[in-house]
Structure formats: structure tokens, C-alpha cells
């Protein structure tokens, strides 16, 4: 598995868990009509669980995917109330049905390519039922842009320590190369090393591609009242209650 392998996937999950907590008031807010209806959210990307835990704390019922096994399993003892805990592999496999389709931590832009980027998005849409939600975050090409001097970043804590360095290579393309420390149970300390290169979009044309799989959407900057970061988009779409009678 490229991404998030058990390290990098437990210091996400110790460490880093802030942006769904930004995220989460506005998501709450804008699946209310979903929860009141018991209807099915599913998650994209779920991670270890840091956004399910806000969205079963709410009262809906979960579905979490995750492409990275370290991910789920740290998600199944985090949240073991969600209704299912799936891997799906995007773009090539397709997602659960649900009632909204929910992603936070810029998911797409993990796949290798601007096509399979498109092909994750027609996947996520797909899933989305009639009357249903989509809401996910995603990297603009003003993400490289406003990153390219970054200096090289770390972050430690008793057990665990990162180091990252940034590229931008190509206008769409930021990577981080980091070097991940953890703790062994003697004290003694080990060490691995992921790359994570994210491919970036100009999102203002996501909507013409949602709109052919019939999903009603927007590109917007919050989910909410957050202030999320510069170049980081959400994207927000809505599928009618009629559409298969309209088909």
C-alpha cells in the first residue's frame, strides 16, 4: 500500500485529527435532512475514523471506506458503531448506495492521474441516491500555488515524530516526502517513509461532471463557517428526489 501504511496511518490518527474537527459542524448541518430520515452517509475515505466518530456521535448511520487496510483497522476500534467498515479502492471500485456521500482530507486527489481523479468523482456521484447529498473537500491547482516556498516541516510527540518535505513539481502536482519515527514497546525507536504525490484540478469544471451523472453541484470554499486552507475546495451537489422518474 503506497499511502498510509500502520505508522503514518496511527500518527494521522494521534495527531492530526483537526481537520475533521473543522469540518464537522458544516457537514452536521447540511445532513440533517439525511439523519432526520435515517438515511445512509456513506464515507469516502474514512481514515481511522476521525470524521465517522462526529458523524455517529450525531446520531447517522455510517458506512466508512478506506482504500488503506492500516487505516481500517485502526477504524474499527475507533468507531465500531458505524454500520459497515469497507475498503474500496477508487476509482475502480465502486462505492456503497447511501443517502449522502461524505469525504474530508482532499481523498481524490491521491489518485495518479487528472482521468482517475474524474472516474472517482463519476464513482462518488453514482453512489449518491435520489434526494441524496454529496459533500467532499478537494485540492485546487491554487493548493501548489500558494505552497511552493513551504519550508520543510516536523512534528514530535513522546512516541511518535514526523518530518515532511514539500515539492511542487508540476503546477499539478504537490508531494510530501515523509520520514515517520515511532516508538518500539523496548524503547527503542524505527523508522518509515512514505511519498504522497497528489495530483490537483482545476475544480471549477467539476460541476459539468457531476452534472452528467446528475448530481446538482457547486464548488464552494466551507462546508460551513470554517475557514478551511488556501486552495483547498468543497465541493457540494445534490441529486432530485425524482431524477430516475425524469430519466
Known sequence: MAYYRADLARVHHLGFGFHADLCAPGILKLLEPVRDRGGVVVEMGCGSGLLTRHLLDAGHRVIAT???PAM??????YVPDAEAIEQVVLPDDALPPGDAVVSVGHVLNYLPDE???RRGLVAAARAVRPGG??????CDLEWARVRRAWPDRGWVSRD????TRFAVPTPDRFVREMAIFSRNEDGS???DDERHDNIL???SALPEILAEEGIEGSVGVSFGQETLPPGLRVIL???PADYFDLK
Open 66 to 68: 478506506d482504500a488503506s
Open 201 to 203: 484540478v482545476d475544480t
Open 133 to 138: 447529498i454529496l459533500a467532499l473537500d478537494i
Open 189 to 191: 525507536w524505527r523508522r
Open 160 to 163: 511518535w515524530a514526523l518530518v
Open 115 to 117: 482521468g482517475s481523479l
Open 237 to 239: 451537489g445534490h441529486r
Open 72 to 77: 481500517l483497522t485502526l477504524a474499527r476500534q
